[in-house]
T-cell receptor
Framework: EAQVTQNPRYLITVTGKKLTVTCSQN?????MSWYRQDPGLGLRQIYY???????DKGDVPEGYKVSRKEKRNFPLILESPSPNQTSLYFC?????????????FGQGTRLTVV | EDKVVQSPLSLVVHEGDTVTLNCSYE??????LLWYKQEKKAPTFLFML??SGIEKKSGRLSSILDKKELSSILNITATQTGDSAIYLC?????????????WGLGTSLAVNP
């Protein structure tokens, strides 16, 4: 089954404690991205990757890091989480650049930073 | 500033009604407009539109793009309670060397039995 898998689904952590949210896709997609979704602000892109070892900033990259060492995986790293990073996070992948066709989303990670 | 605006923000209808959701945009170097449905968690793809005037249809849902008016509509006929969701519109464009999607805030649709 074609899918994007994110883990964990829910996470509560304390300020400053490094965390990683994993994302894996099984569709051999080149394009992957991370979004955060906040009430009243909609979906905002954090980082995206057009292929292995190619990553670039989205609209709200501050406080986040990513890596793309393999095509299937695109982890999101928060080196020192802060309360303003409390949000719902989505990983997405697509065969094109994200706007040339369907994007598949993971089930989301609800992060709370206290 | 590039932006995508959806209207209405929220809508409550009865089963069987027909609804029209709107998406207007102001972006440079438009490439495509996409509609997604978000129930509870992950958005799921509905349509991608690139050409004006060509209707895309899937069951009771249909959508059309008007590049002259910089807008798109999503129609749902004979609504069912299962259509209750947030409907998201996104516009793809080239921004310098970047290729990005700009998302609207969504229209929250509630279909009452």
């Amino acid at each position: 089954e074609a899918q994007v898998t994110q883990n964990p689904r829910y996470l509560i952590t304390v300020t400053g404690k490094k965390l990683t949210v994993t994302c894996s896709q099984n569709m051999n997609h080149e394009y992957m991205s991370w979004y955060r979704q906040d009430p009243g602000l909609g979906l905002r892109q954090i980082y995206y990757s057009m292929n292995v070892e190619v990553t670039d900033k989205g609209d709200v990259p501050e406080g986040y890091k990513v890596s793309r060492k393999e095509k299937r995986n695109f982890p999101l790293i928060l080196e020192s989480p802060s309360p303003n990073q409390t949000s719902l996070y989505f990983c997405a992948s697509s065969s094109g650049t994200g706007f040339s066709g369907e994007a598949f989303f993971g089930q989301g990670t609800r992060l709370t930073v206290v | 500033e590039d932006k995508v605006v959806q209207s209405p923000l929220s809508l409550v209808v009865h089963e069987g009604d027909t609804v029209t959701l709107n998406c207007s945009y102001e972006v440079t170097n438009f490439r495509s407009l996409l509609w997604y449905k978000q129930e509870k968690k992950a958005p799921t793809f509905l349509f991608m539109l690139t050409s004006s005037g060509i209707e895309k249809k899937s069951g009771r849902l249909s959508s059309i793009l008007d590049k002259k008016e910089l807008s798109s509509i999503l129609n749902i006929t004979a609504t069912q309670t299962g259509d209750s969701a947030i409907y998201l519109c996104a516009v793809g464009h080239n921004a310098g060397n970047n290729r990005k999607l700009i998302w609207g805030l969504g229209t929250s649709l509630a279909v009452n039995p």
